[in-house]
């Protein structure tokens, strides 16, 4: 105490540096914190096999693949509203499209069965109308399990520009064609069943590299000759500059919203998905 009654200031100077210790420690704990109006960052949640393997099948059937996403020209965050929507459309409506699948399976057996039993009882008109019957009611199946699985469009739609919309409308319609020809606007109908025969020849990617486009005889042969992805047509859609630019948003957004379930076997999913 003496020593301090002798150094009045030596009081001031110890309280001085303690308080700048512990502005010092505020300042560093601030820094690591998240910034106001910010959050950090979260892990992505995890999603069951059956609803993943469910998301891959609807993708491919409605043109939903990052190619697709990449052509319509989504960015990562349109990407991400897509694939986030279609998520959350499956997680609410699984167990209708399990029914609705049952149902068309069950139909399809049936209508074998009749089948099978028809043809081995010739001028059996009873089982002739049986089987027009069973065959309707397989149609009716499918038909609403295509309607159940297209309520999700709007929703999808909701996401997108009008020209991309229009894209992706246009995919859908060519849907079961590889990439390049999926996104021509005006094919017709006996186009698109040449192109598929010319590549049903052969595995889609070689049928494309050998240029099989370019044999085929149709009315805009001039375009499609540019295989072996026909870039001149469509660069005037603005696909070919979509694909290059936004390949890597839509590969990200994917691994953002629908990260791989561990107990996912790949292969298994990719058989599924067919």
């Not at 910034?35 to 609803?51: C, H, L, N, R, V």
């Not at 081995?120 to 009716?140: E, G, W």
């Amino acid at each position: 105490m003496a020593f301090v009654k002798q150094h009045p200031g030596f009081l001031f100077i110890s309280f001085s540096l303690v308080l700048v210790a512990f502005v010092c420690a505020l300042l560093l704990d601030f820094g690591t914190a998240p910034a106001i109006g910010e959050t950090a960052p979260e892990e992505p949640a995890q999603i069951d096999s059956k609803t993943y393997t469910t998301v891959l099948q609807l993708r491919k059937r409605l043109c939903l693949r990052n190619a697709d996403l990449a052509a319509m020209g989504c960015d990562e965050a349109t990407s991400r509203a897509v694939l986030t929507s279609l998520l959350r459309w499956v997680e609410l409506n699984q167990q209708n499209l399990d029914d609705a699948r049952q149902e068309s399976a069950l139909a399809q057996k049936q209508l074998h069965k009749a089948q099978r039993a028809a043809r081995s009882a010739s001028r059996d008109y009873a089982r002739l109308d049986s089987v027009q019957t069973l065959q309707q009611d397989y149609i009716d199946s499918l038909s609403s399990e295509r309607e159940l699985v297209e309520s999700v469009i709007p929703a999808i739609e909701s996401c997108l520009t009008t020209d991309q919309g229009r894209i992706w409308q246009i995919a859908r319609t060519h849907n079961g064609l590889p990439g390049p020809y999926r996104y021509i606007e005006n094919l017709r109908q006996d186009e698109v069943r040449d192109i598929q025969q010319a590549v049903n020849r052969s595995h889609r990617k070689a049928a494309i590299a050998a240029g099989q486009a370019a044999r085929l005889d149709l009315p805009n042969r001039e375009m499609v000759s540019q295989a072996p992805a026909m870039p001149d047509y469509i660069a005037a859609d603005g696909v070919r500059s979509n694909i290059s630019q936004f390949s890597q948003a839509a590969t990200r957004a994917e691994s953002e919203v629908l990260p791989r379930p561990e107990s996912n076997d790949p292969s298994r999913a990719l058989i599924e998905a067919r």
